[in-house]
């Protein structure tokens, strides 16, 4: 468990790019979604907090467990939720 926090440096960019990947105009609202999305940062160390208090502190880690669970659920997910190809199909050529 407490190697999953090592890779929690690239959780969020990851989450970020899947999520506004291929929305086109809508984008720009949909990044906005995801930033405020870390408000879930300051809320679920409080609900780890309060099933460590009732139960022990090894049944509080069942939280970001069950959130690491979802995003590794929409990272194998998200081609079939997105409906695209993958990032094969993604042109590196053009520039900027």
Do not use: N
């Not at 300051?42 to 069942?62: C, E, H, Q, T, W």
């Not at 669970?69 to 199909?89: H, I, N």
């Amino acid at each position: 468990m407490f190697l999953t926090y090592f890779f929690m440096s690239i959780m969020f960019p990851t989450i970020f790019a899947l999520g506004i990947f291929g929305l086109g105009q809508s984008a720009k609202k949909a990044s906005s979604f995801i930033v405020m999305a870390i408000m879930g940062g300051a809320v679920l160390p409080k609900v780890m907090g309060a099933v460590a208090d009732r139960y022990d502190l090894s049944r509080g880690f069942i939280v970001p467990t069950l959130c690491f669970g979802f995003v590794a659920f929409y990272g194998f997910m998200w081609p079939r939720l997105s409906k695209a190809e993958g990032a094969v199909t993604v042109s590196t050529s053009g520039g900027h």
